[in-house]
């Protein structure tokens, strides 16, 4: 039986504090399911809210206004995590870009990899872009989620 809980393990905060790549899946006004990737992506101390920062017109953002029904996926402690909740979306937060905040209430989170399955290493990545303002965006972001789940 898979492991499950009502908030996400420390383990899991952990992660979320780090750069990972997120599966963001939400429904779309056809009802049906859409999936993003997503990094700017951090979760509560008590593992209770996860805060995603996306751009200001993003179909997840839209999505998430007409059905807040969302579900995320990451690898994280050696295995694939499902957190399923309810998002709300902030006003437009305008900085060097405007942003807007999805605020995930978490209601259950599972342990969902194969059985007999472990994973040995996380997906990397790289951003693509000029990398002073990667790093401008990223601590933007970071002060932006942190306030948002306080």
Same mark, same amino acid.
């Given at each position: @039986?898979?492991?499950?809980?009502?908030?996400? %393990?420390?383990?899991?905060?952990?992660?979320?504090?780090?750069?990972?790549?997120?599966?963001?899946?939400?429904?779309?006004?056809?009802?049906? %399911?859409?999936?993003?990737?997503?990094?700017?992506?951090?979760?509560?101390? *008590?593992?209770?809210?996860?805060?995603?920062?996306?751009?200001?017109?993003?179909?997840? @953002?839209?999505?998430?206004?007409?059905?807040?029904?969302?579900?995320?996926?990451?690898?994280?402690?050696?295995?694939?995590?499902?957190?399923?909740?309810?998002?709300?979306?902030?006003?437009?937060?305008?900085?060097?870009?405007?942003?807007?905040?999805?605020?995930?209430?978490?209601?259950?989170?599972?342990?969902?990899?194969?059985?007999?399955?472990?994973?040995?290493?996380?997906?990397?990545?790289?951003?693509?872009? *000029?990398?002073?303002?990667?790093?401008?965006?990223?601590?933007?972001?970071?002060?932006?989620?942190?306030?948002?789940?306080?």
């Amino acid at each position: @039986m898979a492991k499950t809980f009502d908030a996400l %393990p420390e383990a899991l905060v952990e992660t979320l504090k780090k750069e990972v790549i997120v599966s963001l899946i939400t429904v779309n006004e056809h009802n049906n %399911p859409e999936v993003s990737a997503v990094s700017w992506v951090l979760s509560s101390e *008590d593992g209770k809210k996860i805060g995603i920062a996306v751009g200001h017109k993003g179909s997840s @953002m839209s999505n998430v206004q007409q059905n807040p029904n969302v579900t995320l996926g990451f690898f994280a402690d050696e295995s694939y995590y499902s957190v399923k909740g309810t998002g709300t979306v902030s006003e437009i937060i305008e900085k060097t870009m405007k942003y807007r905040v999805i605020t995930v209430d978490v209601k259950e989170v599972e342990d969902v990899i194969f059985y007999g399955g472990k994973v040995t290493q996380q997906p990397a990545y790289e951003k693509t872009y *000029d990398a002073q303002l990667a790093e401008k965006l990223d601590n933007e972001v970071h002060e932006i989620l942190t306030e948002a789940l306080k």
